[in-house]
């Protein structure tokens, strides 16, 4: 019998690929979950890019968060490393083959507690990729600890009161010489969208932290991680969008003055216009002080808030060529007479 349904072709990108190819498994996460939202953008964001998911390695540590590479990019290469371990084996990939495009994915547990020196030096370091972190102010996966990220003093109805005050890993972040440190929120899906495409675009270690719900321990609406509260308190610095490399400037109306466009390193730019006045992401000192200042009076600030190109990523300071992955197989092992030659200088 004939199939009375219409077939239309799915949409390819440059790529040759369909949306679908980008997914990953099936989410065993909670419904709603902060997490499950973040992962649809990142499938959107590497199709519409055109990534090749061959040439993707997705990382993470434990927890909810960190299962959630299992839920996308299903083509990619993977490794779920131990709990506050992402950055030692992110470093070891992309040594052995930096031209690799990182995407590693981290919860506010994993990075904030356990995690935090190893995060502080993979800052230092400047190693190119996405480190996201899918911030709930809960350990989710072990029944819903309060974490480092956690406000003092809230209440939780298994967690009790929180005693101690917050870190704040965007600060963190700048502090120790990260260039591109962006905050968003799970339920601003456009916004997390132009901030990923961005920060794949960075040359060094591009850090998103984004507030993401947990729908089961830490959702209430007067709590700052729920999605009333961020629907509610979220004030964005800049409304933002990225424009692809040799791309036209398709922002309509323009006043001369009313963007700023933002180089980055691989030729595109992401173009802000301010919603709060003189706002310069290029300038550390205004970043710190704008993060210090939402601290205190515990506003929700989202957006790009600094952004330096400059220093250079590990692999440039490493002065790697040719990864070891591309070497032929003559290459990887020397004739038996340049092993000689090897072994005389050590006679
Ligand atoms: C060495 C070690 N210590 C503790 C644990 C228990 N543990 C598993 S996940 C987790 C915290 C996860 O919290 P977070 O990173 O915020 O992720 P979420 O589940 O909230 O997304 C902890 C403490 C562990 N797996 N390994
Ligand atoms: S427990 Fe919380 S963080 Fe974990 S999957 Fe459920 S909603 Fe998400
Ligand atoms: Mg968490």
Do not use: W
């Not at 131990?82 to 690799?100: F, I, Q």
């Not at 990182?102 to 904030?112: P, Q, R």
């Not at 979220?234 to 398709?250: N, S």
């Not at 992401?281 to 210090?292: C, G, I, N, W």
Request: hydrophobic letters at 35%; one cysteine or more; glycine letters at 10%.
């Amino acid at each position: 019998m004939e199939n009375p349904l219409p077939t239309t072709a799915p949409k390819l990108n440059l790529a040759g690929l369909s949306k679908k190819d980008y997914d990953g498994a099936p989410s065993t996460l909670c419904k709603g979950c902060g997490h499950n939202s973040i992962s649809s953008q990142i499938v959107q964001v590497a199709f519409e890019l055109s990534l090749r998911p061959h040439q993707v390695i997705k990382l993470s540590g434990i927890g909810c968060s960190s299962k959630s590479p299992a839920y996308f990019l299903g083509m990619s290469h993977g490794f779920n490393a131990l709990h506050g371990r992402m950055p030692s084996v992110a470093t070891g990939a992309l040594l052995a083959n930096h031209t690799l495009r990182a995407i590693g994915v981290s919860g506010d547990g994993d990075t904030g507690s356990i995690g935090l020196g190893q995060f502080k030096h993979l800052m230092r370091r400047n190693l190119r990729m996405v480190y996201i972190i899918e911030n709930n102010g809960v350990y989710g996966l072990t029944k819903g600890q309060f974490s480092a990220t956690a406000e003092e003093g809230l209440r939780l109805k298994y967690a009790g009161e929180n005693p101690f005050p917050p870190v704040d890993l965007c600060l963190e972040a700048l502090v120790a010489g990260c260039g591109f440190v962006a905050r968003s929120f799970a339920g601003d899906a456009k916004q997390v969208r132009e901030l990923l495409k961005a920060a794949l675009s960075h040359r060094g270690t591009a850090v998103l932290d984004i507030i993401s719900p947990c729908v089961t321990f830490n959702n209430e609406d007067d709590s700052p991680k729920s999605y009333g509260y961020g629907t509610k308190h979220e004030k964005p610095l800049h409304e933002l969008g990225f424009i692809p490399p040799a791309e036209e400037i398709a922002i309509e109306p323009m006043q001369p003055g009313e963007y700023r466009l933002v180089e980055l390193h691989d030729g595109s730019r992401i173009a802000l216009r301010n919603l709060e006045a003189d706002y310069d992401p290029t300038d550390k000192t205004v970043a710190l002080r704008r993060l210090l200042e939402a601290q205190e009076k515990q506003e929700f600030i989202t957006g790009l808030i600094y952004y330096n190109p400059h220093r250079p990523n590990l692999a440039e300071v490493e002065g790697l060529h040719t990864p070891l992955a591309h070497l032929s197989p003559e290459q990887l092992r020397p004739s038996p007479a340049a092993l000689a030659a090897v072994l005389q200088d050590y006679a």
